[in-house]
């Protein structure tokens, strides 16, 4: 089911997949391949973009797996809406660790946020999306001020909003896939994400979570504590969905969690 605290539901059927989503998924566009220092991201713009609003792109993997290329439907799907696409690269685990992957994200936001005008994009109309570890990491740098004048948050599907809280939840140790990334306990709380809400004003959040009962309790808790300091909050039961599902489906006809961001975003960017 849809929090349908901040949206209207009546805007859902405007923003499902529509023919030209589908014919743009049948040629997926070519993107501007740019260095910003520690790795590389790609630009999907369409012809004559001027001002669009943004998604930038965080994608999974564990923290050491992945890269820009798994972006699945999304560009296709969200240049035929009039956004503009940005899918980055970060470093990875052994070779980086997770606070080094937060510090990329934010030096890839920042030179988008500096540049993506020149591409046709609008600064200010920013939406950071992540899926998995990229889910962690947005919300990593979102809560603690690392994205500075970002429109909105997409969160999708992850367990690691409070490392402190999921080591308890897994009986006290976290699991091989947690543990290879947080090994160090003294590090924990600063590389929550739970640990920075309220620590500044946060802009709107959307939380979905997949089929896993886990990951549908550190969601409906993150969401809890960002409402109560005052945070715009949809909350998606992805519940039908698994893990990998819930993020390769964006962008897919009739697809649930696909319509219910886009009215997200409606209501949000005016």
């Known amino acids: 089911m849809i929090d349908r605290r901040h949206f ?17 998924r049948g040629r997926q566009p070519t993107p501007m391949t740019l260095d910003y220092g520690p790795a590389k ?23 050491r797996l992945g890269n820009r290329n798994n972006v699945n439907a999304k560009p296709g799907f969200l240049l035929a809406k009039d956004f503009l696409f940005v899918s980055i690269d970060y470093r990875m685990l052994p070779e980086a660790a997770v606070a080094t992957q937060a510090s990329d994200v934010e030096k890839a936001y920042g030179y988008v946020r500096a540049n993506i005008a020149k591409y046709g994009g609008d600064p200010d109309r920013i939406v950071v999306m992540g899926h998995s570890a990229g889910c962690h990491l947005a919300a990593l740098t979102g809560f603690r001020g690392g994205l500075p004048g970002v429109a909105a948050l997409v969160l999708d599907d992850t367990e690691a909003y409070d490392i402190e809280a999921l080591a308890k939840a897994q009986g006290g140790k976290l699991r091989p896939v ?17 640990t920075y809400i309220g620590t500044a004003k946060h802009p709107p959040v959307f939380v979905a979570y997949s089929n896993a009962p886990i990951r549908a309790v ?12 005052g945070t715009k909050v949809t909350l998606f039961d992805g519940s039908a969905y698994s893990h990998m599902a819930i ?11 696909t319509a219910a961001v886009m009215a997200f975003l409606k209501a949000t960017l005016v």
């Open 218 to 229: 550190a969601a409906r808790d993150l969401a809890d504590r960002l409402r109560a300091r």
């Open 41 to 63: 991201l790609d630009i999907y713009a369409r012809d004559g973009a001027k001002g669009d609003p943004v998604v930038f792109f965080i994608h999974g993997g564990a923290w």
């Open 8 to 24: 209207v539901l009546a805007s859902v059927a405007a923003m499902l997949p529509t023919a030209a989503s589908a014919a743009w």
């Open 247 to 257: 993020n390769r489906r964006f962008g897919e006809d009739g697809d649930a969690l």
């Open 178 to 194: 947690y543990a290879q990334a947080f090994s160090d306990p003294s590090q924990w709380r600063a590389l929550s994400p739970a």
